[in-house]
């Protein structure tokens, strides 16, 4: 049997593939089930039977294996899945798009960003930006990195504000603001935030909420206490990137942890929390813009040249 090619594949799905397809993919891959899907999306079972066979049939490979307890993705499925999600959610955007222009909005401004950028430079530049795009219609999506680049590719978000990806496929292009640096931050009653030079010691002799394995402050709380013959710190059972939580720990616990400046800063600046005064010789890689194909609007510009200008004015302060 020969394998068709991927060009022919491609048209394939352009010439007979319906939107209807990507939705019935994603909803038996939610759900595990064809006759739960067809209700999902307003369908009859064997017609959904039918459509389901029909983009297989396209494809020229099974989607889903057939279990007793439900469907589930083969290897092809899985490489097919997130496509359909990206493009319904990007059309779902374009649709909130539309809806929003014939509401009389000037336009909108779909912002991604993981909690370091939304913490840090939307919090300081996104009020006085809006203030001055009264008419633009201004949307933010808090998520993980590695999302952030699938709705940026996807058109689902107009730029995002993350550290850089490791991996930066056409036509992504990225720009990167500036080095953020590691703080330990306490609740202000911890008796470390009152001492002005605390040393190494006294942070091995405190209580330690641990950062969560697999980000990049992570790194930096191991080679603090990476000495093979130095006592370790009592840690506190709870690790969590949720900030709020972190938040509340810090403030009814007395113990330390580790944040990037830029995810905590405002909150140190309101008071919420305290720095301690300890300095750390390196830098974290920094908060940047990633921009799509489609990202070179006049609302993406503005946003882009708001966040450099909050950004200068940052390091000049």
């Known amino acids: 049997m020969v394998t068709p090619s991927s060009s022919v ?3 394939r799905l352009v010439a007979k593939g319906r939107l209807r397809h990507l939705q019935l993919l994603v909803s ?49 499925g899985s490489a097919v899945a997130p496509m359909a999600r990206n493009t319904l959610s990007a059309l779902r955007a374009s649709a909130d798009t539309v809806h929003a222009l014939q509401a009389g909005a000037g336009g909108v401004l779909r912002l991604g960003a993981i909690t370091a950028g939304v913490a840090g430079l939307l919090c300081r530049m996104l009020p006085s930006f809006a203030a001055r795009h009264p008419t633009l219609r201004i949307e933010v999506l808090e998520a993980p990195g590695d999302q952030l680049l699938a709705d940026v590719m996807s058109g689902r978000v107009d730029m995002a504000l993350c550290r850089r990806p490791h991996e930066l496929p056409a036509p992504c292009t990225f720009e990167q603001f500036a080095p953020d640096v590691p703080w330990i931050v306490a609740g202000r009653s911890h008796p470390l935030v009152r001492k002005t ?42 690790s969590s990137t949720s900030l709020p939580l972190v938040l509340e720990l810090l403030r009814s616990d007395s113990v330390l942890t580790l944040v990037p400046r830029s995810v905590i800063g405002p909150f140190v600046q309101w008071g919420l929390v305290a720095r301690v005064a300890y300095e750390f010789g390196g830098e974290l890689e920094g908060i940047g813009a990633l921009l799509g194909a489609d990202s070179d609007r006049p609302a993406v510009a503005a946003c882009l040249e708001a966040l450099r200008e909050a950004v200068r004015s940052e390091a000049a302060a």
């Open 28 to 76: 038996v891959a939610d759900s595990g089930s064809v006759r739960r899907a067809a209700e999902q999306i307003g369908m009859s079972q064997p017609a959904a039977t039918q459509a389901l066979a029909d983009i297989e049939g396209l494809l020229g490979t099974p989607l889903f294996e057939r279990h007793v307890r439900g469907m589930r993705l083969t290897a092809a």
């Open 9 to 11: 594949l491609y048209a």
């Open 197 to 238: 030079q605390p040393t190494l010691a006294d942070l091995r002799a405190a209580r330690w909420m641990l950062p969560v394995q697999g980000i990049g402050i992570r790194s930096v709380f191991d080679a603090l206490f990476d000495a093979p013959d130095a006592p370790k710190p009592e840690l506190h059972p709870v």
